[in-house]
């Protein structure tokens, strides 16, 4: 009986394999099922660093477009004197556009045009640093100024005006205060020394890249979830943008970078190694005539900026700053020109209001290259 039923059982296991077997076997591609079944969902990619367009504009000027928009940053709100009149910014540095005599003032820059701490603590993303600083002392104007620089190279050197303080506010993008100065020097040599940290300084960098991280990373939401910048009209006699050049290097840089953490912390770092690489002290005073010869005062204690207007203004200090322009007359060739702070100054003195001025060593022709020695 029992063999019987075992002969039943291993039947009915093969004749249920046979009708499991496939007579024909189907590709699984060519299965369909009856009911409908929705596609799966798609994403679109993050952004990236948007690269510059072949051809940026159909009226661009006769310098590239980075030197253009920095040309018009100078000569906004007279920030450099003597733009177009003594000197102009070429393809290879400054030239001279008239003819000079030795003693000269070829061009003087304003004390609002060099970027101190003071520029920082005023920045939009960098507003918290305030506060810090009145805890932490003079030396944190390091930290500060190191901010800013990584601020601007994050947000892609433009501002974003929001109506409110949430990085995803929608807003309205401009180009920022010092973009075109400070962006030279993220492209310049200086950046193989920021490669490298005093190790005596190391951990005080470490402290401030603590300090400047969480303000990048808004710094760099806001800016990435903003609009992609607009393409400016063509300048006309009548309708003159005052940064049309700076809003046209915008829109050539194309929509705002996205970074990681990973990003942002060497972004911060670098900035600190450009900072102690490229901040310099007030130059030594130089006579307006002669101009070969500094003055006995020796130098100013400290960079003097006024700030607000009217009965309101004030005058604030800092030790250390970034000088746009002057590394344009630091070129090879034979000097022709001296750097540095008009005399002391006094009441109606020429050089109120002014930092650092270039004086002509000796006679110089229109179109020649200024080249200065090193003040510093």
Not at 11 to 22: E, I, Q, V
Not at 46 to 74: F, G, I
Not at 271 to 296: E, I, R
Not at 358 to 365: G, K, L, N, Q, T
Request: hydrophobic share 45%.
């Amino acid at each position: 009986m029992s063999k019987l039923v075992l002969a039943i059982t291993f039947a009915g296991a093969a004749t249920s394999a046979a009708a499991l077997k496939p007579v024909d076997r189907l590709d699984a591609a060519s299965v369909t099922l009856d009911r409908p079944v929705a596609p799966l969902p798609t994403f679109a990619p993050l952004p990236v660093v948007a690269d510059a367009p072949e051809k940026a504009l159909e009226d661009v000027p006769d310098l590239p477009l980075r030197r253009a928009a920095l040309r018009e940053w100078a000569a906004e709100n007279n920030r450099v004197e003597g733009l177009g009149e003594k000197i102009d910014i070429d393809v290879d540095g400054i030239i001279a556009a008239a003819p000079a005599k030795k003693g000269d003032i070829l061009f003087a820059m304003s004390t609002e045009s060099v970027v101190t701490a003071h520029a920082a603590y005023n920045d939009p993303d960098l507003l918290s640093l305030r506060p810090i600083a009145q805890k932490a002392g003079p030396g944190f104007g390091v930290v500060a100024v190191a901010a800013l620089l990584a601020a601007e190279e994050v947000r892609g050197y433009r501002r974003r005006l929001v109506s409110s303080c949430a990085p995803e506010a929608p807003g309205t993008v401009e180009p920022s205060e010092w973009g075109p100065a400070l962006r030279p020097l993220w492209a310049s040599d200086q950046l193989d020394a920021a490669a490298f940290i005093d190790p005596d300084v190391a951990p005080i960098v470490d402290q401030g890249c603590a300090i400047v991280l969480p303000l990048l990373e808004a710094a760099a939401r806001r800016s990435w979830s903003g609009p992609k910048p607009e393409r400016p009209a063509a300048r006309t006699v009548f309708e003159r943008t005052p940064d049309h050049w700076r809003r046209a290097e915008l829109y050539a840089d194309g929509a705002a970078p996205s970074w990681s953490r990973g990003d942002l912390e060497r972004v911060a770092r670098r900035s600190f190694g450009l900072v102690l690489a490229a901040q310099k002290p007030p130059p030594g005073y130089v006579k307006d005539a002669g101009a070969n010869v500094l003055t006995d005062e020796g130098a100013p204690s400290a960079w003097l900026q006024r700030v607000g207007e009217g009965e309101e203004q004030t005058v604030v200090s800092e030790p250390l700053a970034l000088v746009p322009l002057v590394g344009e007359l630091m070129g090879p060739g034979a000097a022709n020109s001296v750097l540095g702070a008009p005399p002391p100054q006094k009441a109606g003195n020429r050089g109120e209001g002014v930092c650092i001025w270039c004086v002509a060593s000796r006679d110089i022709e229109a179109g020649e290259r200024l080249v200065a020695a090193d003040p510093w």
